[in-house]
């Protein structure tokens, strides 16, 4: 149960004297979570069977009941209820997304370490078949990407965002092929788990992770990847602009090491673009 899901569900049907407590929960969560029935009722003016109404409102037992659900949610994601005041102005937002951008882009730069980046070249460069794994919303974008990166070097790539079918792909997996796994946080068990079982069949694994991740460990090798997040919970994570730019690093090594394949797939799609849709070669390689 979040006694503040229930709390913002109920305010419209609170009453005066049970909207003052609530007024006291948001603006003064360490005395609400520390007060007696006593204390909080004089607070807001209120009687303590009022405190005991409002507490069974939010679907609490009594008074003890919500100082134990209160104080289990005071530890949890309290920044969402508060959040810190920023401008909304468009010129002050796109100038705070773009630099947060700049700033990860120039971060991972400075951390990533060269003889891994070789590594991993290898280790895509000679995989018969790469498996994409990512789950949640910014790895699953990474692992479609992935795809998007490397099938126009004539790699065979499938992407997969589903934990039972990453499983289940591991398993089916050959010696020959590469599991290449995405995780921002790194505390994915389910993938650590299928990395796990790639390595279990002799199957070569890659992981974009933060270093000493659940999922980093799990994996053969793994290209570390730890910025720190904005606090401002309204504006998207600038994280994924890093793993694109790692993805963009190791598809142009990899077009490197296979410069003559990369360049004939290159360009028969080139000249398939140019006949059905574009006129000439001057526009980009896809949408």
């Known amino acids: 149960m979040d006694i503040f899901s229930t709390l913002q569900d109920e305010r419209p049907r609170l009453s005066p004297s049970e909207g003052r407590i609530a007024d006291i929960l948001l603006a003064d969560l360490e005395f609400a979570v520390n007060a007696s029935i006593i204390e909080l009722a004089s607070r807001a003016a209120v009687s303590p069977p009022t405190v005991t109404r409002f507490c069974h409102r939010l679907g609490c037992d009594g008074f003890s009941d919500f100082k134990v659900k209160l104080a289990r949610a005071s530890h949890v994601g309290m920044r969402y209820l508060k959040p810190e005041p920023e401008s909304t102005a468009g010129a002050d937002v796109a100038k705070d997304v773009v630099g947060k951008a700049q700033n990860a882009l120039f971060l991972l730069h400075r951390a990533l370490d060269p003889d891994m980046l070789e590594r991993a070249t290898d280790a895509i460069a000679a995989a018969e078949m790469v498996h994409a794994f990512g789950s949640g919303g910014n790895s699953s974008l990474i692992a479609a990407e992935a795809q998007n990166r ?39 068990a389910e993938l650590a788990r299928v990395l796990q079982v790639a390595r279990g069949n002799k199957v070569a694994t890659l992981a974009l992770a933060p270093p000493g991740s659940p999922v980093a460990e799990a994996a053969e090798m793994a290209v570390g990847v730890d910025l720190p997040e904005d606090p401002n919970i309204f504006r998207p994570t600038s994280t994924r602009f890093a793993y694109l730019a790692l993805l963009d690093i190791l598809a142009s090594l990899v077009a490197y090491r296979l410069r003559p394949q990369a360049s004939q797939t290159l360009r028969r799609i080139k000249q398939q673009l140019v006949t059905h849709r574009d006129g000439d070669d001057r526009q980009m390689l896809g949408d």
Do not use: K
């Open 150 to 188: 490397l099938f126009r070097l004539g790699l065979r790539v499938s992407p997969c965002s589903d934990h039972a079918m990453q499983l289940m792909l591991a398993s089916a997996a050959r010696s020959g092929d590469l599991v290449l796994a995405s995780s921002f946080s790194g505390r994915n």
